[in-house]
Antibody
Framework: QLQLQESGPGLVKPSETLSLTCTVSGGSMSRSSYHWGWIRQPPGKGLEWFGSIFQSGSTYYNPSLTSRVTISVDTPKNQFSLKLNSVTAADTAVYYC?????????????WGQGTLVTVSS | EIVLTQSPGTLSLSPGERATLSCRASQSVSSSYLVWYQQKPGQAPRLLIYGASSRATGIPDRFSGSGSETDFTLTISRLEPEDFAVYYCQYYDSSPLFGPGTKVDIK
């Protein structure tokens, strides 16, 4: 059974770079036709998609965030990562990684449990 | 740019009642890419419905989706205690877009 798990610092200082990793277990990213995405949810608010990546490394990003976001993949480690630079308090959120189907209905069908990242000095 | 609106913002119902949640798109969209998620407090969202009307694996048949063009509906035929949660619709335009959510709470 495929599982995703986010990891990374829970506290980041303003203006610094937020870095998170998602580890995929129970299946190989390199043998998958899925994309892999990052979504965040500020406390008490809704969901915002950051971007998604394919095993080949091809990416596409939310146009409103693209200038600050980098998503990368390490298929031998079965991991993909998110970097968000120049963070502010507005970037405080629970960050989720998820499997992203680009066939069918283009949904996020398997999610990690999420990790809270707080931006504060 | 497509905007998704969900109504009502909060729906207060009792267990056993029927819940009807609306997701409206600002322009006609393909039902193939309309999706619903359920999110309980402290948990990640869970895929409920894809393609506007198909239940995801393991989703009980009390959940159903319908609609087309600009108006889509998630119906929970009889609310169970575990169904009280926030529900989001999502559409894939050129990128994934989420609605603001509807909270279903206990009356």
């Amino acid at each position: 059974q495929l599982q995703l798990q986010e990891s990374g610092p829970g506290l980041v200082k303003p203006s610094e770079t937020l870095s998170l990793t998602c580890t995929v277990s129970g299946g190989s990213m390199s043998r998958s036709s899925y994309h892999w995405g990052w979504i965040r949810q500020p406390p008490g608010k809704g969901l915002e998609w950051f971007g998604s990546i394919f095993q080949s490394g091809s990416t596409y990003y939310n146009p409103s965030l693209t200038s600050r976001v980098t998503i990368s993949v390490d298929t031998p480690k079965n991991q993909f990562s998110l970097k968000l630079n120049s963070v502010t308090a507005a970037d405080t959120a629970v960050y989720y990684c998820a499997r992203h189907s680009l066939g069918g209905s283009r949904d996020f069908d398997i999610w990690g449990q999420g990790t809270l990242v707080t931006v504060s000095s | 740019e497509i905007v998704l609106t969900q109504s009502p913002g909060t729906l207060s119902l009792s267990p056993g009642e029927r819940a009807t949640l609306s997701c409206r798109a600002s322009q006609s969209v393909s039902s193939s890419y309309l999706v619903w998620y359920q999110q309980k407090p402290g948990q990640a969202p869970r895929l409920l419905i894809y393609g506007a009307s198909s239940r995801a694996t393991g989703i009980p048949d009390r959940f159903s989706g319908s609609g087309s063009e600009t108006d889509f509906t998630l119906t929970i035929s009889r609310l169970e205690p575990e169904d009280f949660a926030v529900y989001y619709c999502q559409y894939y335009d050129s990128s994934p877009l989420f609605g603001p959510g509807t909270k279903v709470d206990i009356k």
